[in-house]
C-alpha cells in the first residue's frame, strides 16, 4: 500500500458534513446563522460579566471562561468549513490539521474540567454558604482556572504529537468537518490498534473523574435544596442547576460518542452529525441556556445595554 511520510508541506482533504449533505446550501445557511449567534450570545455575555460589578462573583467568573472557551471552539473550526464550502477547496495543510486538532483538544478538555469546577462551586454556594467566599476566593478561582487550561494544553500536546507522527495512506481525505483524532487514524497505514485503546483509556480517564464530581455535586445539592425552608431559595438552586445540567448533558452527550464508544460502533455520518453539534449547536446553546434563565444575567445586560445606549 502507497503511503507518505508526514511532513509539513503535506496536507489533508477535509470532507465534512457539508459535502456529504443533501443540501449544502441550507445546511451552510443553518451553521452561518448557528455560528453568528454563538459569536453574539458569548461575546455579550463576556461583555456583561466584565462589564457589571454585580457579576464579579466565582460563579460567572467560571461562566464567562467557560464563554470563552466555546467562543473559541467554534472559532477554530466553523469559519474555516464555511469558507471552505464556499470556495470549493477542503484543502488543510499538515501542520494546520496539527494546528486544528492542538487547539479543539485543549478546548474540549478545558470545557471538560472546568464544568466540574462548575459543579463544585454550585455545591460549595448551596450546601455551604457562610464558607463560599472561604473556598472559592479569588486565588482558588485563578487556580481551577488555570488547572483547567494547563491540563488540558498537555494532554492536547501528547494526543497531537503522537497522532501525527503516523504514515498516512495517498488517498489523505478526512470524511470529518475536522482535524480529529479517530478519522484520522483511519487514514494511518500503520497499527493503530494499541493507540486506539490508549485513546479509549485516557477519554475514560479524562472523562469520568470530573462526570463523577458533577453527579455528585448536584446529588448533594438537591439534598440540600429539597430541605431549604425557602420556596425562593429552593427554585433559584434548581433553576441554576438545572441550567448546568444541560449544559453537561450537550457537552457529555457529544465527548462520549466521539472518544469512549468504540470504533467499530462510529460511522463517518454519524461522527460529521456529533462534530457539528458539539462545534456549532453546544457553543451556541450555552450562553442561551445560562442567560435566558437567570434573572441576575438579565437585568445585567439590560444595565450594560443601557449604557452603550445613553
Request: hydrophobic share 50%; aromatic share 12%.
Given at each position: ?110 470545557e471538560d474540567l472546568l ?37 488540558a494544553s498537555i494532554s ?71 430541605h431549604m425552608p425557602s ?80
Amino acid at each position: 500500500m502507497d503511503y507518505w511520510n508526514s511532513t509539513l508541506g503535506s496536507g489533508f482533504i477535509l470532507m465534512g458534513i457539508l459535502n456529504d449533505s443533501g443540501s449544502p446550501e441550507l445546511l451552510c445557511a443553518t451553521i452561518t446563522v448557528l455560528y453568528m449567534l454563538a459569536l453574539t450570545s458569548n461575546g455579550l455575555l463576556l461583555l456583561v460579566i466584565i462589564k457589571d460589578s454585580q457579576l464579579h462573583v466565582p460563579m460567572y467568573f467560571l461562566l464567562g471562561q467557560l464563554s470563552l472557551m466555546d467562543l473559541l471552539f467554534t472559532s477554530v473550526v466553523t469559519p474555516k468549513a464555511l469558507m471552505d464550502f464556499l470556495r470549493g477547496e477542503n484543502t488543510i495543510s499538515f501542520g494546520g490539521c496539527a494546528l486544528q486538532m492542538f487547539l479543539a483538544l485543549m478546548l474540549g478538555g478545558a470545557e471538560d474540567l472546568l464544568l466540574a469546577f462548575m459543579a463544585y462551586d454550585r455545591y460549595v454556594a448551596i450546601c455551604h454558604p457562610l464558607n463560599y467566599m472561604v473556598f472559592m476566593r479569588p486565588r482558588v478561582c485563578w487556580l481551577l482556572v488555570a488547572t483547567s487550561w494547563i491540563l488540558a494544553s498537555i494532554s492536547a500536546f501528547v494526543y497531537t504529537m503522537y497522532t501525527m507522527h503516523y504514515p498516512f495512506r495517498m488517498s489523505w481525505k478526512i470524511r470529518h468537518l475536522l482535524c480529529e483524532i479517530p478519522p484520522l487514524l483511519k487514514l494511518a497505514c500503520a497499527d493503530t490498534s494499541r493507540y486506539e485503546l490508549f485513546v479509549y483509556v485516557m477519554g475514560v480517564t479524562f472523562l469520568i473523574p470530573p462526570l463523577v464530581t458533577i453527579i455528585s455535586s448536584y446529588a448533594l445539592i438537591l439534598c440540600t435544596a429539597l430541605h431549604m425552608p425557602s420556596n425562593e431559595g429552593k427554585q433559584k438552586a434548581l433553576v441554576t442547576c438545572s441550567s448546568h445540567l444541560m449544559v453537561v448533558g450537550l457537552f457529555y452527550g457529544a465527548a462520549t460518542f466521539m472518544y469512549v464508544l468504540p470504533s467499530s460502533l462510529h460511522s463517518s455520518k454519524q461522527d460529521n452529525i456529533i462534530s457539528v453539534f458539539y462545534t456549532v449547536v453546544t457553543p451556541a446553546l450555552n450562553p442561551l441556556i445560562y442567560s435566558l434563565r437567570n434573572k441576575e444575567v438579565m437585568g445585567a445586560l439590560r444595565r450594560v445595554l443601557g449604557e452603550y445606549m445613553l
